[in-house]
């Protein structure tokens, strides 16, 4: 009798969502970005959304730490060390976003087989 209504705000994590978008076969690279801005500008309607590929992840600054210091080198991505260092700015994102949209690469890469693993949906 005492339930407590769910927020329409952002309010924690349990309201957050991680989405992994996979590209079909055919899709251009130009087209399956363009799908995840137009994806991320929807979202963003409903609260704060960001869009990670492994080209943003890599130009990207996360507070004091550079992006560019934990996702090198894809080949990297497949080494413990290196994907801890991910899952914690992925962390960080997460933290400030509603949403996270990881796009995936058109390939089986590390940087794919991450974005499946983190992903909620």
């Known amino acids: 009798k005492n339930a407590v209504q769910p927020s329409s705000s952002f309010t924690g994590l349990e309201n957050m969502c991680t989405i992994c978008l996979l590209p079909l076969p055919g899709l251009s690279e130009r087209d399956l970005s363009a799908f995840a801005s137009n994806l991320k500008t929807s979202f963003d309607d409903m609260g704060a959304t ?61 940087w794919a087989r991450l974005c499946v693993a983190n992903a909620d949906c």
Do not use: C, G, M
Request: proline residues 3%; glycine residues 0%.
């Open 50 to 110: 960001e869009l990670l590929s492994l080209r943003t992840i890599t130009a990207a600054s996360v507070s004091t730490e550079s992006p560019r210091n934990v996702v090198s080198n894809v080949a990297n991505l497949e080494d413990h060390v290196e994907v801890a260092k991910f899952t914690s700015l992925l962390a960080q994102y997460q933290e400030r976003n509603r949403y996270v949209i990881l796009q995936a690469d058109f390939w089986q890469s590390p």
